[in-house]
C-alpha cells in the first residue's frame, strides 16, 4: 500500500486514455504485446512534459 500511491495515476492513465480497459487483439500472445508498448508509450509522454516543463522554465 505504501508505494500504491505511485502507480495508481499510472495504470488510470493507460485504462482511461490508451485503451487498455479491453484488449485490442484476442489472445494471451497479443496483449503481452500491446501492455509493454501501451507502458512505453504513458514513459514517454511524461517524459515529455518532464522536459518540455523545464525547458520553459529555462526559454531553450
Same mark, same amino acid.
Given at each position: 500500500?505504501? @508505494?500504491?500511491? &505511485? ?14 480497459? =479491453?484488449?485490442?487483439?484476442? @489472445?494471451?500472445? &497479443? ?14 509522454? =511524461? ?14
Amino acid at each position: 500500500m505504501k @508505494g500504491r500511491y &505511485k502507480i495508481e495515476p499510472k495504470q488510470g492513465e493507460m485504462k482511461r486514455f490508451q485503451s487498455m480497459a =479491453r484488449a485490442k487483439f484476442c @489472445g494471451l500472445p &497479443k496483449l503481452n504485446i500491446q501492455a509493454p508498448i501501451t507502458a512505453i508509450t504513458v514513459n514517454v509522454k =511524461r517524459f515529455a512534459n518532464v522536459v518540455g516543463r523545464s525547458c520553459s522554465l529555462k526559454m531553450c
